[in-house]
């Protein structure tokens, strides 16, 4: 008798092929099993040697609807892509068993697959730490050097590194399915968004009622504490999640810097010392709120609230500056006390509608509006003494900041499959108002700097970006491939009130992108992708008005900044899903950064905001992630790269120079199951970095080992947890500016290194995960704290 072969492949709802699912062929005459087998890493099974007959397959996954069909065999079989539904319920009493993070290269994103894994448990943000190719320097998340735009559930996170530090701290790990790493985000997401990670959430199950409280306690050079609560309710139609958290906190940060000024026959005439110390004192209040209801099966009314409130954060800044003479002997100093009271409040909050219009398409509208407002005031004393001690002279003046600023984006998106194509299109049109001004007052002083300025400063910004895209994705065979392209018209204008002139700029940007990949075998995956990006000046930039931290030393905005664009390409090869290497390319153009010059002829230290001329990086990646054994789960990254930027040197003639470094970073993780039931876990971290580029100045070598433990008890109710970070205090580096005339640096320490204890308890239904979800929309990522 003849024997046929049965193919086909397993794919979810977005068309992701899903792996391990449950294969059964049956024989439709009397329901008898005749093979079984289940999905390969892209989704794909066969049946080898079957008879001719009929019969039907029944296929099963956990977390999805089962599904049927009837087939017969009279020759070989090439099944059409099998879609599995995501279930909408599932048992209470079903025990998952903990499994080892998967990693899935996808043509445009690495997919992170954590749920059920021993990386869930703890927060969110050390698991964002531990994900592949994300890098946290000093408390900010980078990919390649270039900070991470966070989304969840593909909406965008608009907050400071520090409030969305703050923000991930707070979230359970419990809740996340996946992380997504996009080091070349499609056309779908706005331009100026570069790397994304995206955090994917669990599906909500169960209906009923949840909720938690948390407190931690934190001992680094001074103690901090945060209490929080979190409750969540779900219907069969309404869903509402909400939580607070306090965090009362006491920091210290001290800094170590020198300038070393430089006369016209290239030899130091005066050498600056500064020992600087700032203790902040802050009570931060942050609240979240999420409704989700269901008018009907294809209908969907989402709500979103995040709102942080940090009243009365208070600096006290004080530092003391020793000049050497070219001999290195003292010649004077001076003290600078400064101190800093600062109110902010940030509330942002999203309209979303969701409908579908068919069994694979979807629209959705979305509205959004922030409204940031800081207020800040500002009292500077500064005192010089002679080599004696004793007092020379006295400089004071107090200063008061303000800045309001209000987003308003509406957006529209559809997708929908087009014979074999994934489709998706969709416009956005948003709009900013920032007004800041800036005053002086209670001046006493002869400062040089000080009397070439107006002492008060207003400045209005407005802009408004109206963008639309399109993309399309295909899957065939061994291929995957998907093109897009974004238009972004950009129309801006800024005033200041120290200037006659308006600066406004209006311009359209075409931005493409491309992604392809091949899958050679079960073992061995190729991929390209290509985009193009845009980075526009943060709002604060454009301010020409200046900062200063003292007479000698001060920060200032630039009108003329202009926006850049960027080229990414990026090569990847995969090895049995657990081998990745990455060969980037990425041309920055003329990226607008902060560079720091020495005014050698008059002794001044200044920031200024400037076009680079030229910015470019390459290097490889390399990730590794396996179970040594049964309970030892082991990553490894490596990196090493290039990294240069030319600028021109205004304190030197105005030359041309490329600051350029060859750098390496290394990052292992450990995860251990101390006990047999998994109640018990332990991680081992070490980050080293040998160098990198910020501005003009060259970052040194730094490294970080962080321990941690975590506990479950009462019946899995309430967890604790324990963590060492940064044992041997090691996690801040050096920064050094020198070249042609230029010989300055500083070496910032912050509190890295600390031991947290924690303590969670979860009531009501423990099986429930939530709707959480935070403010997207990537305006509110270009507001500076």
């Known amino acids: 008798m003849a024997q046929y072969t049965v193919e086909g492949r397993i794919v979810d709802e977005r068309n992701k092929a899903l792996s391990y699912c449950n294969i059964v062929l049956y024989r439709s005459a009397d329901s008898i099993y005749v093979n079984g087998t289940f999905s390969e890493n892209d989704g794909k099974f066969s049946f080898q040697n079957i008879a001719p007959a009929a019969y039907f397959i029944k296929v099963s996954f956990v977390g999805f609807e089962e599904k049927m069909l009837p087939l017969k065999a009279e020759n070989d079989i090439l099944l059409p892509d099998i879609v599995l539904k995501e279930s909408s319920s599932e048992l209470n009493e079903i025990t998952i068993k903990a499994r080892k993070p998967l990693v899935q290269k996808l043509p445009d994103r690495l997919v992170f697959d954590i749920e059920n894994t021993s990386l869930s448990s703890g927060n969110t943000w050390n698991v964002l730490k531990q994900t592949p190719g994300v890098i946290v320097l000093q408390d900010e998340l980078k990919i390649r050097n270039t900070p991470a735009t966070v989304y ?47 955090i994917v959430t669990s599906k909500m199950l169960l209906p009923g009622y949840k909720g938690a409280v948390n407190t931690n306690y934190t001992q680094a050079i001074f103690p901090k504490y945060s209490f929080g609560t979190s409750h969540f309710y779900k219907s ?13 906190s006491k920091r210290l940060k001290q800094d170590e810097s020198y300038i070393h000024y430089i006369d016209e026959s290239d030899a130091v005439f005066s050498r600056w010392h500064t020992d600087f110390y700032r203790t902040s004192r802050t009570q931060d209040h942050q609240a979240n709120f999420a409704l989700d209801y269901h008018v009907n099966e294809k209908q969907k009314l989402l709500v979103s609230a995040n709102t942080l409130f940090s009243p009365q954060l208070k600096d006290q800044n004080s530092g003391v500056t020793n000049m050497f003479n070219a ?15 600062t109110d902010l409040l940030n509330v942002a909050y999203d309209l979303g509608y969701e409908i579908k219009t068919g069994e694979n398409s979807r629209v959705s509208a979305n509205f959004h509006h922030t409204y940031y407002e800081n207020e800040k005031e500002q009292a500077i004393l500064t005192e010089y003494f002679d080599n004696n001690q004793s007092l020379t002279n006295t400089n004071s003046f107090d200063t008061e900041a303000y800045q309001k600023i209000n987003i308003y984006t509406g957006q529209l998106d559809f997708e929908t499959v087009l014979g074999k194509y994934n489709f998706a299109s969709g416009f956005k049109y948003s709009t900013i108002d920032s007004y800041s001004f800036l005053n002086f007052y209670n001046v006493e002083s002869d400062a040089s700097t000080l009397e070439e300025i107006d002492l008060q400063n207003d400045f209005n910004y407005d802009e408004g970006v109206f963008a639309a895209y399109s993309s399309l994705e295909r899957a065939w065979e061994k291929w995957n491939a998907k093109i897009g392209l974004r238009v972004e018209n950009t129309d801006r204008v800024g005033v200041s009130s120290n200037s006659e002139e308006e600066i406004t700029r209006n311009y359209t940007n075409l931005f493409p992108s491309a992604y392809l990949s091949y899958q050679i075998s079960d073992q061995h995956q190729f991929s390209f992708d290509y985009g193009r990006k845009i980075n526009r000046p943060n709002y604060q930039n454009l301010n020409p008005f200046r900062y200063f931290i003292n007479e000698n030393s001060f920060q200032s905005g630039n009108p003329n900044l202009i926006a850049s664009t960027s080229h990414n390409f990026n090569l990847n090869y995969t090895f049995k899903d657990s081998y990745s290497f990455d060969f980037y390319f990425r041309d920055n153009g003329e990226n607008p950064a902060e560079l720091v010059f020495q005014d050698n002829e008059n002794q001044l230290l200044r920031a200024t905001q400037v076009n680079m001329l030229a910015s470019k990086s390459y290097g490889i990646d390399f990730f590794h992630g396996r179970s040594l054994k049964d309970w030892w789960y082991s990553q490894l990254i490596l990196s090493a790269f290039h990294e240069e930027e030319t600028f021109l040197a205004e304190e030197s003639n105005s030359l041309e120079f490329t600051n350029d470094v060859n750098g390496f970073y290394a990052y292992w993780y450990n995860q251990f199951t101390i006990t047999k039931d998994g109640t018990f876990t332990g991680d081992i971290s070490f980050v080293y970095i040998s160098k990198m580029l910020s501005g003009s100045y060259q970052v040194g070598e730094m490294h970080n080992l962080t321990l941690g433990l975590n506990k479950k008890i009462w019946k899995k109710k309430a967890e604790i947890s324990l963590q060492v970070a940064d044992i041997f205090n090691k996690y801040a580096p050096v920064l050094t500016s020198t070249y042609l005339n230029q010989d300055n640096g500083y070496y910032a320490l912050p509190e890295n290194r600390y031991i947290r204890m924690g303590f969670k308890y979860n009531f009501g239904n423990s099986g429930l995960t939530d709707n959480s979800r935070t403010i997207d929309h990537q305006e509110r990522e270009r507001i500076e704290k």
């Open 236 to 248: 069969e139609k309404l869903n509402i999640y909400g939580n607070y958290s306090l965090s009362p």
């Open 152 to 198: 969840i559930n593909d909406r965008k996170v608009y907050l400071s590194a520090s409030e969305l530090q703050q923000l991930l701290e707070s979230y359970d790990a419990e809740n996340i399915k996946q992380i997504e790493v996009m080091t070349n985000p499609s056309a779908k997401y706005d331009a100026a968004d570069g790397p994304i990670i995206n």
């Open 327 to 341: 001999q290195n002997e003292l010649n004077s100093l001076f003290t600078t006390q400064s101190n800093l009271q």
